[in-house]
């Protein structure tokens, strides 16, 4: 049963910090590229950040460049989000995302979501 499930959202002020994590199970986490995806309230679910499957690689959205950083931990089947210099405009549900593509085979997992917001 796939799994992916994320925590560390919650309330944070304007210039505060967060740390997501999404924590998979179920499939094999080494072989997919991760992604985060937000939506506000309202608005569509857009795309935040990727990383490859090695961790080698990673971009960012112009909106989150220079404050966000994905990593992740393939011992750990984990990838985080590390959130700094927050902003009231960041407030949104957080989704990972898992996808494998090859030429044969496609398959993407999404997590549950987890909330942020960011107020004073």
């Known amino acids: 049963q796939v799994q992916l499930v994320e925590s560390g959202g919650g309330l944070v002020q304007p210039g505060g910090s967060l740390r997501l994590s999404c924590a998979t199970s179920?499939?094999?986490?080494?072989?997919?590229?991760m992604s985060w995806y937000r939506q506000a309230p309202g608005k569509e679910r857009e795309w935040v950040s990727t990383?490859?499957?090695?961790?080698?690689?990673?971009s960012y959205a112009d909106s989150v460049k220079g404050r966000f950083t994905i990593s992740r931990d393939n011992a750990k089947n984990t990838v985080y989000l590390q959130m700094n210099s927050l902003k009231p405009e960041d407030t949104a549900v957080y989704y990972c995302r898992a996808i494998y593509r090859s030429s044969q085979y496609s398959y993407d997992y999404w997590g549950q979501g987890t909330q942020v917001t960011v107020s004073s």
């Open positions: 179920g499939f094999t986490f080494s072989s997919y590229a």
């Open positions: 990383i490859n499957t090695e961790g080698g690689h990673t």
